[in-house]
């Protein structure tokens, strides 16, 4: 009996210990269920107020597409069209602007208390209500009020961007500094993956069952990422005995707020300038990214050489559906497995223009193609158009030592809440505006905006380039041999310089000048 208990304990501590080794790459398992769920309702949602709104109408949207084809819209159509756009638009700034607040919100308290997990449950809670309520809905009737509420839960949670700055904290804090680039590709890659499953999934499930079990599985994964976000996900333990830890005033708000003003005294601080640098080219580049995805259906769908072989309106919307999930897929994968690659031969900076190029080669070659299997060479040319994002969240964790991590990624995400309504409206009236003109305009116009995120990231890659060692992360061993660390860390205590070796040297660096300069 004796032996047969002492036997038991190793396998227990085996079986422990292989949960530990694991348990880091729960976030990834969360974020995929958040996102699968959050790709389905966003289509589901538009479908389904758009459904509900020509119903009162008494239009159906069957008969809506294809008129639109032939140009012969009756005025009930128009007024129906017309109510759809402003209420799906009105339901998309109810969950933005909340989320704008709430991320930063956040992202301050997660930096002062220690507790980066809010930023992840939250927004998972947030979810499950919104599906919950239009789940209820579809059991009571239809009620655009409800809508909206559920709009604004999901805001007040922190909406995927809250989401996305908590999983970026935990996937570049649970590995090691030259890990962080694959560790962002495989959340990325995870994104993009769900975005292709769900796109699929709704375009087939809404046309043979309706909105009710789509909606109920969307719920369903929301519960999953819940319940392993509060209970699966362990918080990353802190050094709360840093020297540059910021000490408690006794004012909340100040102590809680404070921090995040610090981001915007640039000055001549290199470290806070190559933030805001890499923060522009990543928001520039998602307003992009995000408006041109929702205007590219609509454009695909008037292409006449596509309606020559899909004589089925249904029929075409699901074949771009699947082609565009494919482009999302193949840019998944070819994001998770090339970073590695990559970095053998070239800098970051070159390699998130790769990101941009790879996007402006096949957005016109979408754009100027006139036959159908020409145009499935596009999945190729925008195979890399996702590398941009994970390697400009790792650029920017560089400069910031964990504690302030927080505040840092709520504001790079913050800004996407409003990119999420504000860059589909703007493709939207300039693909409307020019529809006569050229169809392909706002293709052309998106390539052009890809200007401002190279333009950001040729100023990270010059100044990278007159001062590459700013990026390079503090090793114990190398201490004393960075420029200037051995005149700084001769006037620190023994205990503080230990507690400085884990710490960026850009963010030490920040700390001695803003020091200097009080």
Same mark, same amino acid.
């Given at each position: 009996?004796?032996?047969?208990g002492?036997?038991?304990e190793?396998k227990?501590? %085996?079986c422990?210990?292989?949960?530990?080794?694991?348990q880091?790459?729960?976030? *990834?398992?969360a974020? =995929?269920?958040?996102?699968?769920?959050?790709?389905?309702?966003?289509?589901?949602?538009?479908?389904?107020?758009? *459904?509900?709104?020509? %119903?009162?109408?008494?239009?159906?949207?069957?008969e809506?597409?294809?008129?639109?084809?032939?140009?012969?819209?009756?005025?009930?159509?128009?007024?129906?069209?017309?109510?759809s756009?402003?209420?799906?638009?009105?339901?998309q700034i109810?969950?933005g602007?909340?989320?704008?607040i709430?991320?930063? !919100?956040?992202?301050a308290?997660s930096?002062?208390?220690?507790?980066?997990?809010?930023? /992840?449950?939250?927004p998972?809670l947030?979810?499950?209500?919104?599906?919950?309520?239009?789940?209820?809905?579809?059991?009571?009737?239809?009620?655009?009020?409800?809508l909206?509420m559920a709009?604004?839960f999901?805001?007040?949670s922190?909406?995927?961007?809250a989401?996305?700055?908590?999983?970026?904290?935990?996937?570049i804090?649970s590995?090691k500094?030259?890990?962080?680039?694959?560790?962002?590709?495989?959340? #990325?890659?995870?994104?993009g993956?769900?975005?292709?499953?769900?796109? @699929?999934?709704?375009?087939?499930?809404? %046309?043979?069952?309706g909105f009710l079990?789509?909606y109920?599985?969307?719920?369903i994964?929301?519960?999953?990422?819940?319940?392993?976000?509060?209970?699966? @996900?362990q #918080?990353?333990p802190?050094?709360?005995?840093?020297?540059n830890?910021r000490?408690?005033?006794?004012?909340?708000?100040k102590d809680?707020?404070?921090?995040?003003m610090?981001?915007?005294k640039?000055?001549q601080?290199k $470290?806070?300038?190559? !933030?805001?640098?890499?923060?522009?080219a990543?928001?520039?580049?998602?307003?992009?990214?995000?408006?041109?995805e929702?205007?590219m259906?609509?454009?695909?769908?008037?292409?006449?050489y +596509?309606h020559?072989?899909?004589?089925?309106?249904?029929?075409?919307?699901v074949s771009?559906?699947?082609?565009?999930?494919?482009?999302?897929?193949?840019?998944?994968?070819?994001?998770?497995?090339?970073?590695?690659l990559?970095?053998?031969?070239?800098?970051?900076?070159t390699?998130?223009i790769?990101?941009?190029?790879?996007?402006?080669?096949?957005? +016109?070659? @979408?754009?100027?193609?006139?036959?159908e299997?020409?145009?499935y060479?596009?999945?190729? +040319? /925008?195979? =890399?158009? /996702?590398? $941009?994002?994970?390697?400009?969240?790792?650029?920017?964790?560089?400069?910031?030592?964990?504690?302030?991590?927080?505040s840092?990624?709520?504001?790079?995400?913050?800004?996407?809440?409003? !990119?999420?309504f504000?860059?589909p409206?703007?493709?939207?009236? !300039?693909?409307?505006?020019?529809l006569?003109?050229?169809?392909a305009t706002?293709?052309?116009?998106s390539?052009?905006?890809?200007?401002?995120?190279?333009?950001?990231?040729l100023?990270?890659? =010059?100044?990278?380039?007159?001062k590459? *060692?700013?990026?390079?992360?503090?090793e114990e061993?190398q201490?004393?041999?960075n420029?200037?660390?051995?005149?700084? /860390?001769?006037t620190?205590?023994?205990?503080?310089?230990?507690s400085?070796?884990?710490?960026p040297?850009?963010? @030490?660096?920040l700390s001695?000048?803003?020091?200097s300069?009080?």
């Amino acid at each position: 009996m004796a032996q047969a208990g002492v036997e038991t304990e190793p396998k227990c501590q %085996k079986c422990w210990h292989y949960f530990d080794t694991i348990q880091k790459y729960f976030v *990834e398992v969360a974020l =995929f269920f958040f996102f699968l769920s959050r790709h389905m309702t966003l289509p589901l949602f538009q479908e389904y107020v758009s *459904e509900e709104i020509h %119903k009162q109408h008494h239009v159906k949207f069957l008969e809506m597409a294809l008129e639109m084809n032939q140009a012969n819209l009756s005025m009930s159509i128009k007024e129906a069209e017309h109510d759809s756009a402003l209420s799906i638009l009105g339901l998309q700034i109810a969950e933005g602007l909340p989320a704008v607040i709430t991320v930063i !919100i956040l992202g301050a308290v997660s930096d002062r208390t220690g507790r980066r997990r809010i930023m /992840l449950w939250l927004p998972c809670l947030g979810s499950v209500l919104y599906c919950l309520i239009y789940v209820l809905l579809m059991y009571t009737g239809w009620n655009l009020d409800g809508l909206f509420m559920a709009s604004a839960f999901r805001g007040l949670s922190g909406s995927m961007t809250a989401f996305l700055a908590g999983a970026t904290y935990f996937g570049i804090n649970s590995v090691k500094p030259h890990e962080r680039v694959s560790r962002l590709a495989i959340q #990325e890659f995870l994104n993009g993956g769900a975005y292709a499953i769900a796109n @699929i999934m709704v375009g087939f499930w809404v %046309k043979d069952s309706g909105f009710l079990e789509p909606y109920w599985f969307a719920l369903i994964c929301s519960m999953i990422a819940l319940l392993i976000s509060y209970f699966l @996900i362990q #918080e990353i333990p802190q050094n709360r005995d840093s020297p540059n830890r910021r000490r408690d005033t006794g004012n909340c708000l100040k102590d809680t707020f404070t921090p995040i003003m610090k981001y915007f005294k640039c000055g001549q601080n290199k $470290p806070l300038i190559k !933030i805001w640098l890499a923060t522009l080219a990543f928001q520039s580049y998602a307003l992009v990214h995000i408006g041109q995805e929702n205007t590219m259906v609509m454009f695909l769908g008037g292409q006449k050489y +596509l309606h020559q072989t899909h004589l089925e309106v249904t029929g075409l919307s699901v074949s771009i559906g699947v082609f565009l999930s494919v482009i999302m897929v193949v840019a998944a994968l070819a994001t998770a497995l090339t970073p590695a690659l990559f970095k053998r031969f070239l800098s970051d900076t070159t390699i998130i223009i790769l990101g941009f190029l790879s996007k402006a080669l096949g957005t +016109l070659w @979408i754009a100027v193609v006139q036959n159908e299997t020409v145009l499935y060479f596009a999945i190729l +040319l /925008l195979a =890399f158009e /996702l590398l $941009p994002f994970p390697m400009l969240r790792s650029l920017v964790s560089r400069d910031i030592a964990p504690a302030d991590q927080g505040s840092l990624f709520a504001l790079m995400h913050c800004g996407e809440s409003l !990119i999420f309504f504000l860059g589909p409206l703007m493709f939207t009236a !300039i693909y409307a505006g020019t529809l006569h003109y050229y169809r392909a305009t706002v293709l052309i116009v998106s390539i052009i905006l890809l200007v401002l995120p190279v333009s950001f990231t040729l100023g990270l890659k =010059f100044l990278a380039y007159k001062k590459p *060692e700013d990026y390079e992360p503090m090793e114990e061993s190398q201490a004393e041999s960075n420029i200037g660390g051995e005149q700084r /860390l001769e006037t620190r205590e023994p205990s503080e310089i230990s507690s400085l070796a884990n710490e960026p040297i850009s963010f @030490i660096q920040l700390s001695a000048n803003n020091t200097s300069t009080a």
